[in-house]
């Protein structure tokens, strides 16, 4: 019986992503969200003005792969630069752009504030379109009980 034949990974092929990426996929809310913000309003750090130096990322860019990864439970900086290579999804919406981890995690550290006003504005627009009830959230009721004794602490000697 005959097999399907798939395509060659050594021929050329022509390909736009914006095809590859359908209309209610979520990176196309984040990207329309994105781009109504005024960043500098927000507090964020634009970096890049200066002339000397390698030229820095849009924190436009570095805000929607931080809100994509928060979408998609992906916390780690180091986690967030491998699906930078690997997802289509973030071809599309960083423009074929991959930042290193420690770009990642600078701009988390340097731009916590602002991120905080983010989120207060994410959240008033799901109140404003009815995709959230207000007065309703979750609680992590998890209980830990922890156990530290002088018997089970060893300390080095000095």
């Not at 021929?11 to 196309?28: S, W």
């Not at 995709?131 to 000095?158: C, E, H």
Request: with cysteine; proline share 4%.
């Amino acid at each position: 019986m005959p097999q399907i034949e798939g395509t060659s990974r050594h021929q050329m092929q022509i390909f736009a992503l914006e095809q590859a990426i359908a209309a209610d996929n979520p990176v196309r809310v984040i990207d329309a969200f994105v781009s109504t913000l005024s960043l500098e309003k927000l507090g964020f750090l634009i970096k890049g003005e200066g002339d000397e130096g390698r030229p820095a990322y849009a924190a436009e860019m570095l805000l929607r792969l931080y809100l994509y990864g928060y979408l998609n439970r992906i916390r780690s900086s180091r986690q967030l630069e491998k699906v930078c290579r690997r997802n289509i999804e973030l071809w599309w919406l960083l423009n074929y752009q991959h930042p290193s981890y420690k770009v990642i995690a600078d701009f988390r550290k340097d731009n916590a504030r602002a991120l905080r006003g983010v989120f207060r504005q994410l959240n008033q627009l799901c109140l404003d379109m009815d995709l959230s009830v207000p007065g309703t959230g979750t609680i992590d009721g998890s209980k830990f009980r922890a156990q530290n004794s002088k018997k089970t602490t060893t300390t080095p000697p000095r």
